[in-house]
């Protein structure tokens, strides 16, 4: 089933509403107190290493050059070809590529293997989407994964990936923007220690039968998560543990409080005044001395977004660059369709000044 069709609105950035949309679930006033056991994320760091030290560390050195491992999500049709071709339109060679699984269901979950298989003869990491829940579960069914319920269809999942892709590293991203309101294994203040054990379960499975695979903790930045008490909430309060994570991330795009055309909304961009922001994210990665990953990032004509902007991917590339020591990998998330419009090759050119100096940086 190679090139096959992907309604990209069904798997990812579609998905990731901005900030300002509300939660489909109501937050109790009286949340329960953040457990002491709890990490904080500090805006400095004892940690400082040379370019390039976590992204060798967990993934090997990068084949583009970079200090750290770069690739997309190239749209429309999920297959190594595409994947190869992103380093070959930018000059550079690509180092990774996302893929997700169909997860309308356990059973689609479970038998969903071609989109592991198709990407084989791609020299580089496999950044794999799972979800701690299909389509149609309720965010209640938490409490039955993290109890061992579904570990049969986590086991198989990994053992497609240790078989199934022959071609390099694999890195899981399990329950990713779990802070927003758009997925099934969504997330409150409140139920945040339901999403921590079911996380922590999904990791030991998928370690114990791909001890290679590396495990993602992967946000959604610029969203609140319903029922904080603090702006950081979404980093501190879901993250499961040094022991079952290697990588820190988030997923982030040029809109709403993330989004940047000059200097001063660059800065709001880093740190936002009610929410995680890539800087956040840095930082507490490097506190932990954890990777750091950006498994989606990109432009945006959606949701007011800037569309056609330069200046934020020159950032983007900046912000990289400054915080090379921890960053392990980042994919630009390219999706032409009507709902993002951020299409930066020359596949489908519907951003050409961005898509320029996204070549001459990369």
Same mark, same amino acid.
């Given at each position: =089933?190679?090139? *096959? ?48 030290? =976590? ?93 061992? /319920?579904?570990?049969?269809?986590? *086991? ?110 660059? *800065?709001?961009?880093? /740190? ?75 596949? /489908? ?14």
């Amino acid at each position: =089933m190679k090139n *096959r069709s992907i309604l990209v609105a069904a798997l990812g950035v579609a998905l990731a509403l901005p900030a300002g949309f509300a939660p489909v679930e109501s937050v109790s006033a009286q949340a329960a107190a953040m457990p002491a056991t709890q990490p904080t994320a500090a805006p400095a760091a004892a940690f400082k290493g040379r370019p390039g030290t =976590m992204a060798r560390k967990y993934l090997g050195t990068p084949r583009s050059g970079l200090p750290w491992h770069s690739g997309a999500w190239t749209g429309e049709y999920m297959n190594a070809r595409n994947a190869t071709k992103w380093g070959t339109w930018r000059g550079r060679t690509s180092d990774a590529t996302l893929t997700f699984p169909e997860w309308k269901t356990w059973k689609e979950l479970q038998r969903s293997d071609w989109h592991v298989s198709t990407f084989n003869g791609f020299k580089g990491t496999l950044v794999y989407g799972l979800p701690m829940l299909p389509r149609n579960a309720k965010p209640a069914q938490l409490k039955d994964v993290a109890k061992g /319920r579904y570990d049969s269809t986590y *086991r198989t999942v990994a053992r497609q990936l240790r078989t199934k892709y022959k071609s390099g590293r694999v890195v899981v991203r399990i329950g990713w923007e779990a802070n927003g309101s758009w997925m099934p294994f969504r997330t409150t203040y409140a139920k945040s220690p339901e999403y921590r054990a079911a996380f922590r379960r999904i990791a030991k499975v998928i370690k114990k039968e791909h001890p290679k695979a590396i495990i993602d903790f992967d946000i959604n930045c610029g969203t609140a998560l319903p029922g904080q008490r603090n702006r950081l909430d979404s980093l501190t309060r879901l993250y499961p543990g040094d022991d079952v994570v290697d990588l820190i991330g988030c997923d982030t795009y040029d809109w709403d409080v993330l989004k940047a055309r000059t200097e001063s909304q660059w *800065r709001r961009a880093l /740190r936002p005044s009610n929410s995680v922001g890539i800087q956040d994210v840095a930082d507490f990665a490097r506190k932990r001395r954890k990777g750091l990953s950006f498994p989606e990032w990109g432009l945006t004509h959606a949701y007011d977004g800037n569309g056609d902007n330069p200046f934020y991917v020159r950032k983007m590339h900046a912000f990289f660059r400054a915080n090379s020591d921890v960053l392990v990998l980042e994919n630009y998330f390219n999706v032409p369709d009507k709902h993002m419009k951020n299409s930066l090759w020359n596949v /489908r050119p519907q951003n050409p000044r961005a898509g320029a100096e996204y070549r001459r940086l990369w």
